[in-house]
Nanobody
Framework: QLHIVESGGGLVQPGGSLRLSCAAS????????IGWFRQAPGKEREGVSCISSSGRNTNYADSVKGRFTGSRDNAKNTVYLQMNSLKPEDTAVYYC??????????????????WGQGTQVTVSS
């Protein structure tokens, strides 16, 4: 059974950076695409980014393009989301999720079926 744990959230000032980690156990992530999602208070959950199983392909929401970068280290069974130039509107609980796929691509609207518990990111001065 695939188990996912996010970490790396915290409080940061506007313009600052954080790196979120998504560590998996129980199953190798080699054949899983990973999506990053976030949910702010009172808002719907939204897709932020995704990365294909090999790491060669990524997609980003328009609101984070040029600021967020996804990467993965399959040897460590871990996926990362580097978040730079953070804005107050990036404040949310961030989740990573996995979906098994034979395609080396990712789409944020796929039915991701393994989810972590989330990590809080707060951008405030």
């Amino acid at each position: 059974q695939l188990h996912i744990v996010e970490s790396g959230g915290g409080l940061v000032q506007p313009g600052g950076s954080l790196r979120l980690s998504c560590a998996a156990s129980g199953v190798s992530l080699d054949y899983y695409a990973i999506g990053w999602f976030r949910q702010a208070p009172g808002k719907e959950r939204e897709g932020v980014s995704c990365i294909s199983s090999s790491g060669r392909n990524t997609n980003y929401a328009d609101s984070v393009k040029g600021r967020f970068t996804g990467s993965r280290d399959n040897a460590k069974n871990t996926v990362y989301l580097q978040m730079n130039s953070l804005k107050p509107e990036d404040t949310a609980v961030y989740y990573c999720a996995a979906v098994l796929t034979v395609q080396d691509m990712c789409v944020m609207t796929w039915g991701y079926n393994y989810w972590g518990q989330g990590t809080q990111v707060t951008v405030s001065s």
